[in-house]
């Protein structure tokens, strides 16, 4: 199995990025996909997830209505639209996925719970 993140990068406060996972080895459709970030000195935390069929999604109470999670099936694509950025945003960004279509919301939202990940992207807002 292999993840594969870009799109990171550095931008001013209050702008947008839109990060992009690509998928192989794993079978993608039923599959929870999820991002997690780290930042230095920190923890790898909690983002945003997508159930298999992309009906489901959550979000950490701290991007809650800035970010949005999707997926593309067709082509083994999970992305991630980041708006309304801040410095606290800054992290190393990384896409994970679970070979389950469970969606229990304790387990989709534990980076424990994810076997497979990519190999993180970085962004840093500027303030």
């Known amino acids: 199995v292999q993840l594969q993140a870009s799109g990171g990068g550095l931008v001013q406060a209050g702008g947008s990025l839109r990060l992009s996972c690509v998928a192989s080895?794993?079978?993608?459709?039923?599959?929870?996909l999820g991002w997690f970030r780290q930042a230095p000195g920190k923890e790898r935390e909690f983002v945003a997830v997508?159930?298999?069929?992309?009906?489901?999604?959550l979000y950490s109470d701290s991007v809650e209505g800035r970010f949005t999670i999707s997926r593309d099936n067709a082509k083994n694509m999970v992305y991630l639209q980041m708006s309304s950025l801040t410095p606290e945003d800054t992290a190393v960004y990384y896409c994970?996925?679970?070979?389950?279509?469970?969606?229990?919301?304790?387990?989709?939202?534990?980076?424990?719970?994810?076997?497979?990940w990519g190999q993180g992207t970085q962004v840093t807002v500027s303030s």
């Open positions: 997508i159930s298999y069929g992309g009906y489901n999604t």
């Open positions: 080895g794993l079978t993608f459709s039923s599959s929870v």
């Open positions: 994970g996925a679970r070979q389950s279509s469970l969606w229990h919301v304790a387990t989709v939202k534990s980076a424990n719970k994810y076997k497979h």
